[in-house]
């Protein structure tokens, strides 16, 4: 999570004479962009300069130690290096009396991009050996370390027998920690991956280890109201080591019901009447024919395919079964053979997640369910003007909306990216109910009420971390 470090940079830049006539929208695209026709040598230096070094960790131990030397309590010979990486460590950092360090963690994988500004001075944590899945006997939760993959853990509750209620949208090779600090779109079609998350256990600014939240239910305290205040912005406030997350009891059955349908106008009535209809289901994904040959290479999809996982006994999964066929009437054909992205085994699922990562993402729309053909088809005028091809991924919700994740066949340059986020956006902005979420949306924000709130949050963010080791928002 960089969004507190990239909004106060915009917000410092504008007190600079030079930028200070730049209207907003303007100053974000020529920081994003790079744009050495528009911002000072010394503004480009700062956003081209990389994490100073990157450091893979095992254990908690390794991290406290390193926050206590960023906090000056433990020197870099204590830190169980070689003498080789010793020298380079102390050489990248220039480790002196009066240097700052700082940390952020390093996503395994983003469906977008990263953050606009890097955080240039401090030690960017590899999670990668950070894999352990543990699920107690009594198995209603998993506590997850964050460099386990979501496959894994998906993997490892249906062998304890219990299904993790969360599943990506755009099913990429990411780990537990990229729901954290990353772009990672887990989704349920009756619970997201917030309301599946029961603790964080972390390490704070000051080398402590803190837990947010219960890994047992219980029915006192404000664990709960700190966790998911805080959840979508908690690597701003510690360094998240491990999530406990909910799980639910493996049902006897389980059917993945496929879908196609060749008109839009029958679709969104559909998709309006199963996400208003109060059924249930695990989840229900959406895709175009593009996103779907990108599933499915070598089928001949059509132009929309919606498969619903459904769960029960056997007796139900019929009355389940016939149920949605009523809510989805106006469906070309149906299938209860094509199988899902996630039943595969795991060099499958890192085979499908390769083709996809390919496109260009540039972030989620949110918007009505019954809205997601309209949305289509502005997208697709969309690219057509940009000379590229859109694909498009969603995720259905039984609260009647949908999120929506556009996948571009363009080059994952800067200025790309831009223009094609701001066409998102201004796609989103004529659907009623809409909106656009991207890193690079909430910048463009300026409303009075967001200011607000992203100040306050700020705030909160310098009184827990008044060290300045997690991703410090001095400037550079």
């Known amino acids: 999570m960089g969004l507190l470090r990239d909004w106060t940079f915009v917000e410092e830049r504008t007190r600079i004479p030079a930028l200070s006539e730049i209207v907003r929208e303007a100053l974000v695209r020529a920081l994003f962009c790079r744009d050495d026709r528009v911002l000072p040598r ?28 960023a906090n000056g309590e433990e020197t870099s010979a204590n830190l169980g290096f070689s003498a080789e990486d010793y020298h380079y460590f102390r050489k990248q950092l220039s480790v002196g009396r009066a240097t700052e360090i700082g940390f952020a963690p390093r996503p395994k994988t983003l469906l977008t991009y990263d953050w606009m500004i890097p955080e240039p001075r401090g030690i960017l944590l590899d999670f990668s050996a950070y894999a352990g899945i543990e699920i107690p006997d009594r198995g209603e939760r998993a506590v997850a370390q964050v ?22 949208a755009v099913p990429l090779d990411f780990a537990i920690g990229d729901g954290i600090w990353g772009d990672a779109p887990f989704v349920g079609y009756d619970a997201d991956f917030a309301s599946c998350v029961l603790a964080l256990r972390t390490i704070s600014a000051y080398g402590h280890r803190t837990q947010v939240g219960f890994q047992d239910v219980s029915n006192e305290g404000t664990g709960y109201d700190l966790l998911h205040l805080i959840l979508p912005h908690a690597a701003e406030f510690f360094i998240p080591v491990a999530v406990a997350v909910r799980l639910l009891p493996r049902p006897a059955a ?21 996400t208003r209809s109060g059924r249930s289901a695990w989840w229900a994904n959406l895709t175009d024919a593009g996103a779907s040959a990108l ?5 001949a999809p059509e132009p929309f395919t919606l498969q619903v996982a ?3 006994t056997e007796a139900a999964l019929a009355g389940r079964e016939k149920a949605l066929d009523a809510l989805l009437a106006g469906f070309k054909a149906k299938a209860a053979d094509v199988p899902n992205p996630y039943d595969v085994p795991e060099a499958a699922y890192r085979k499908t997640a390769d083709r996809i990562g390919r496109a260009l993402f540039v972030g989620e729309v949110r918007l009505p369910s019954r809205a997601v053909p309209d949305l289509h088809g502005k997208l697709t005028a969309l690219a057509q003007q940009a000379g590229t091809k859109v694909h498009l991924f969603a995720a259905l919700r039984g609260t009647g909306t949908a ?6 066949e363009a080059q994952k340059d800067r200025t790309r990216t831009y223009d094609l986020s ?20 909430h910048l463009w924000r300026e409303d009075e009420e967001y200011v607000r709130r992203v100040r306050l949050l700020r705030a909160l963010k310098l009184e827990i971390d008044a060290a300045h080791v997690v991703q410090p928002l001095a400037a550079v």
């Not at 059917?255 to 199963?274: E, I, N, S, V």
């Not at 956006?425 to 949306?441: C, E, H, K, N, Q």
């Open 403 to 408: 999120s929506a994740f556009p996948a571009f």
């Open 295 to 299: 599933l499915w290479p070598g089928t």
């Open 310 to 312: 459904v769960c029960g």
């Open 422 to 441: 701001k066409g998102v956006d201004r796609v989103a902005g004529t659907i009623p109910g809409a909106l656009f979420a991207s890193r690079l949306a």
């Open 254 to 274: 389980r059917k993945t019901l496929t879908y196609r349908f060749d008109d839009p106008g029958k679709l969104g009535l559909a998709l309006d009447r199963l």
């Open 147 to 168: 460099g386990a993959t979501w496959k894994a853990a998906y993997d490892a509750a249906l062998a304890s027998g219990h299904i993790l209620p969360f599943v990506p």
């Open 42 to 69: 010394e503004v480009i230096a700062v956003l081209s300069r990389p994490p100073a070094v990157t450091v893979k960790v095992h254990d908690d131990g390794e991290i406290r130690k390193l926050v206590a030397f």
